[in-house]
């Protein structure tokens, strides 16, 4: 695949249809500017400004773009709120759409054919293969990406945070707990 990626960017290159720097810069970006820090600031954010967790569930594109978090595959954000009587975990079954301003690009299981299917069919049992366990009277909300909308999980504020920073909360916000497959750290780092 390495050799076959090479061999189609020297061919593009000598065409003039893409310019190296231009990829340079956006492989770059993708893999120092954005990724599942920015949702952890955001995360973070709603934990500690209650005004602000209003705006990022009523609205989530102006919230999340309010802290410059904007750009492909993040134009239609919906957040959703993890409480004690619902749990969200976010799915593509069609392919993997994802929402790449907050969390950067999917991992390769996000994008696999069992998680996709089994999201949906069994999503307690895949929940449970990610260490999540969740008592019975919590309802599970699985919501299915689309080409337009593209959803983030607000999971719930670990306890034990209450003299935590925005900083060092956003230290303990997790990609998969804002994808709904894993759960913040705990106050202690873990
Ligand atoms: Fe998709």
Known sequence: MDVRVRALETLLTKKGYVDPAALDRIIETYETK??????????ARAWVDPEFRRWLLHDATAAIASMGFIGRQGEHMVAVENTPAVHNMVVCTLCSCYPWPVL??????????????RAVIDPRGVLAEFGVTLPPDTTIRVWDSTAEVR???????????????????????TRDSMIGTGRPLSAAGH
């Open 34 to 43: 954005i990724g599942p820090h920015n949702g952890a600031r955001v995360v």
């Open 104 to 117: 950067g690009l999917p991992p390769v299981w996000y994008k696999s054919a069992p998680y996709r299917s």
């Open 151 to 173: 959803y983030l999980v607000l999971p719930a504020r670990p306890a034990g945070t209450e003299a935590m920073d925005e900083a060092q909360l956003a230290a303990l916000v």
